[in-house]
């Protein structure tokens, strides 16, 4: 729950140089895996959101699914990509601290897991929208708002 990436003021969030760290590695994550295309995403004071595009092909492979209709997602998993860019903001985080003075953190940054949710039409899409871009106006309803943080 620590505010590691900014400060939300105004309705709006301001990064700090760790929150610019963070955006640095989300804007590379591209570059890593060539299939990835970023979407809408908000940094906030203690979390992310993002809508990642997954421009893999998706083909049948008979090995793995005896029905070809079914097909197979070839593109980068998911997890791959969300393990990748945790590892490398907390590797630079760990450095900010031991060389910029930054927060240090116990134990670990990143909660374990992640939220993942398929975005089906356009309705969904444009509520989803809504939400990340609507995050710091929002921020004071927000599950990961901390009162005693601000």
Do not use: C
């Not at 505010?3 to 955006?23: R, S, T, W, Y």
């Not at 791959?80 to 670990?108: A, C, H």
């Amino acid at each position: 729950m620590e505010h590691f990436f900014g400060h939300i003021e105004n309705e709006e969030m301001i990064l700090n140089d760790a929150g610019k760290m963070i955006d640095k590695w989300w804007q590379k994550v591209p570059d890593k895996f060539k299939d990835i295309e970023l979407d809408v995403y908000q940094i906030m004071p203690n979390h992310f959101h993002a809508i990642v595009i997954n421009n893999g092909s998706v083909r049948a492979v008979p090995s793995v699914r005896p029905n070809p209709i079914l097909g197979e997602h070839m593109g980068s998993p998911l997890h791959s990509v969300v393990q990748w860019f945790k590892t490398m903001t907390t590797n630079e985080y760990i450095r900010g601290v031991k060389t910029l003075g930054w927060q240090p953190f116990d134990k670990k940054m990143w909660h374990r897991n992640y939220y993942e949710h398929i975005i089906r039409n356009q309705q969904s899409y444009e509520n989803i929208v809504n939400y990340i871009i609507n995050n710091p106006r929002n921020w004071q309803s927000d599950r990961f708002f901390d009162n005693s943080r601000g």
